[in-house]
């Protein structure tokens, strides 16, 4: 029997999915805006830097299980459904957070401390790569196909969103508390907010309708696993080389606190509120996800990649200059961060694409977690470590641009799938 039509477009449907993909990234990306205070107290060594990368390396641990979470969940929700799927994905995440939130130092329990903070950090890996498949597959097959570009956005939009609260909460926490205050216990604050997504996330997302019937899905892993390696394999290729850019520019972005507070030599509250408003910026350059169902997918993705790369070097010639204003600095930016926004937002829209449904979920999530794994997890420690080997604080701006060049390889490379090709060509054919 065909597949019934997808459900009728509901704004609380998309709402609730964009919600819960916000705190799962919340989550996991909260780390960075407290890696200076989570080094001092998890890693004790001779010096600030050393506890730094120590703690820059623990981030990266997450990536690790995101490849595994990808094949698990992502697999799963091909399975037995985008809702089932989604709702794991947030119940694991709640207990990394638990977890990193109430460990105890390393002066209170020695070498269990790190330990247990790198145990947190791979539940919270393995979760948030299980995550973006589903999710996104869901948003997309809720649209028609004339809107899909602007409701699969949302799925960056979330994850602006999560890092924007991130930042937030380093401010408001930084402001609120003294500095012995913040690296004592203030640091663990936005963790402890992050155990709240178990109740939100099982209310949430207990309510949706799914988005894909038992005809379409697929009798175990395997099978799906093969279909990818046999037939989809030159679109995960280059999807990782899509990711690689978009996610080496995000860790890079995230990074900005402790670059402005370890390389420029801002105080933490300019470092995070400079952070903050990157991420503002860049909820306003979002909104060219609306723009890729009416342009394209592939015009707009290369455009504003390619207007991203020609703007990073001055840039940063901008951020790094001593002669620089603070309000030249925030200016720079923000427009910097709006376009980088632009070149992301419509990216979910076109990798989803790239596959058919029945493999949609695990296909995106599998790429999505190599790219992530392999040029994300390391970012923040190689920059770090380039900067401290080089003495020049241009190297985040050499490491951005050479990754933006290879995503738009990628993005010239990569096709639609035929089944997709048919569906948007439907809809034009009725009309006719």
Request: with cysteine; hydrophobic share 55%.
């Amino acid at each position: 029997m065909p597949a019934p039509p997808p459900p009728a477009l509901s704004r609380k449907a998309v709402i609730a999915v964009v919600i819960g993909n916000w705190l799962e990234f919340y989550d996991f990306l909260a780390f960075t805006f407290f890696a200076v205070m989570i080094g001092r107290a998890f890693f004790p060594g001779e010096s600030e830097f050393g506890r730094l990368l120590s703690a820059l390396a623990t981030f990266g641990v997450g990536f690790f299980t995101r490849p595994l979470g990808a094949a698990v969940i992502g697999t799963y929700a091909d399975r037995a459904g985008r809702r089932a799927a989604m709702t794991l994905t947030l119940m694991l995440m709640a207990i990394g957070s638990g977890l990193m939130g109430l460990a105890p130092t390393y002066d209170q329990i020695g070498i269990a401390a790190p330990i247990l903070l790198v145990v947190a950090r791979l539940i919270q890996g393995f979760s948030c790569g299980g995550e973006v498949g589903p999710a996104t597959a869901y948003l997309l097959e809720s649209a028609p196909p004339e809107k899909r570009a602007a409701m699969a956005g949302w799925q960056g939009f979330s994850q602006i969103l999560a890092l924007l609260s991130g930042s937030l909460a380093g401010v408001v926490i930084t402001a609120s508390v003294s500095e012995e205050q913040l690296y004592a216990w203030g640091w663990r604050l936005p963790f402890l907010l992050g155990i709240l997504i178990a109740p939100v996330g099982l209310y949430i997302r207990r309510q949706l309708p799914e988005t894909i019937h038992e005809s379409e899905m697929h009798p175990s892993a395997r099978v799906i696993l093969r279909e990818l390696v046999r037939h989809h394999m030159r679109s995960v290729l280059l999807g990782v080389l899509v990711i690689c850019g978009g996610t080496v520019t995000t860790y890079v972005f995230n990074y900005m606190a402790t670059y402005a507070i370890t390389t420029l030599h801002l105080s933490p509250a300019v470092g995070t509120t400079l952070t903050m408003m990157g991420y503002v910026a860049q909820l306003v350059g979002g909104v060219a996800g609306v723009w890729a169902d009416r342009f394209g997918r592939k015009t707009l993705l290369v455009a504003t990649r390619v207007v991203f790369a020609a703007s990073i070097y001055p840039a940063f010639l901008v951020l790094t200059s001593p002669e620089s204003s603070l309000v030249s600095l925030f200016a720079v930016y923000m427009a910097l961060s709006a376009v980088f926004a632009m070149s992301i937002v419509p990216m979910y829209a076109f990798l989803l694409e790239a596959f058919p449904k029945a493999v949609r979920s695990s296909g995106l999530s599998i790429l999505y977690a190599l790219g992530t794994t392999i040029f994300g997890g390391t970012t923040q420690f190689v920059v770090a470590w380039l900067i401290e080997r080089t003495g020049s604080p241009m190297v985040p701006a050499w490491y951005m641009l050479a990754t933006t060049i290879a995503a738009t390889i990628g993005v010239l490379g990569l096709m639609p799938d035929p089944e997709v090709v048919r569906e948007r060509m439907a809809p034009a054919a009725a009309r006719a």
